[in-house]
């Protein structure tokens, strides 16, 4: 994983330092869309505006349960209202798993695909997959995870993913002043923007949430049964479920223009100040022609 040393020192600078509240002669939501106007119109302006669909490809390293992997990301991006993650991962020697998440609509669905598994049994869980009520808590995270992928590229979320924003202060560090946001949402997003007052740029974003699980088992001998393997499942996610939420803080670096549009090439996620995921950007591709159809489970 490539070094960024001065640039991760520079930023967990900004996040500890304290953020300090002031007497806001403007309400603080006006206050918020304010210098969010501001940003956007340094990172795009007309351009951003004009914006109808964007397509993402990268290469990413991820820490979950203790193992490093790494794979390749897309994300496409069609306004108003879908969007799409297609996620390869190797968790296991001689395993590739194939994770597709979309929400189109007010509506969302999932499919994973497992090749090559030989002895091995292997499951990735994102919250709510297997909990009562699961499919709404499945979709409020799907929406979560969307909308801070949409903040960092864009400042702003597709309609199907409404949020309120409100001015909270601002963060004061040696290497300059950031103003903070709080982004908040019905369906339970609360995450923090830290937006730099010089350049208009996203800085950083914080939010909470547990950490992603990865079940991994091997066997020998005779294939387990059906019931084996639910009960392996649910003894893995009854353990996580008591695992507390932790802080993590989503860093943007590296910015490229793109057809006017500058994005963030590099987001690093970070917890305890340890690189949690880091992602580097291929290829942005903005306007590009996507058919609805895409967002269509096949």
């Not at 939501?29 to 490809?57: H, N, Q, Y």
């Not at 084996?228 to 223009?257: G, N, T």
Request: glycine share 6%; proline share 6%.
């Amino acid at each position: 994983m490539k070094e960024k040393v001065l640039f991760i020192a520079i930023f967990i600078g900004l996040a500890v330092t304290e953020l300090l509240p002031r007497a806001l002669a403007q309400d603080p939501k006006a206050k918020a869309i304010e210098i969010l106007t501001r940003a956007r119109a340094a990172i795009g302006g007309p351009k951003l505006e004009s914006l109808s669909s964007l397509s993402v490809a990268a290469g990413y390293r991820r820490m979950m349960s203790g193992r490093e992997m790494s794979g390749e990301v897309q994300i496409d991006l069609l306004l108003p209202d879908k969007i799409m993650r297609t996620e390869t991962m190797s968790p296991i020697p001689s395993v590739e798993i194939t994770r597709l998440e979309a929400l189109t609509g007010d509506t969302s669905w999932t499919d994973q695909q497992t090749s090559g598994t030989g002895g091995a049994m292997v499951m990735i869980k994102r919250p709510g997959d297997n909990a009562p009520h699961g499919e709404q808590i499945r979709l409020n995270a799907l929406r979560a995870d969307f909308a801070r992928m949409t903040i960092g590229w864009l400042l702003k979320t597709p309609a199907n993913i409404p949020v309120e924003y409100s001015h909270a202060g601002v963060a004061e560090s040696p290497d300059g002043n950031a103003d903070v946001i709080n982004v908040t949402s019905p369906h339970g997003l609360n995450t923090k923007l830290f937006i730099d007052q010089k350049s208009g740029r996203l800085l950083m974003m914080t939010y909470q949430s547990r950490k992603p699980r990865l079940i991994a088992n091997t066997f020998s001998g005779p294939q387990r049964s059906r019931e084996e393997i639910e009960k392996s499942i649910r003894d893995a996610e009854a353990e996580a479920a008591k695992q507390p939420e932790v802080e993590y803080q989503i860093h943007l670096d590296d910015y490229r223009e793109v057809n006017g549009i500058s994005f963030s090439a590099s987001p690093l996620t970070q917890h305890r100040g340890e690189i949690n995921e880091e992602w580097e950007v291929k290829e942005f591709k903005v306007n590009a022609k996507i058919k609805p159809e895409k967002f269509v489970k096949k």
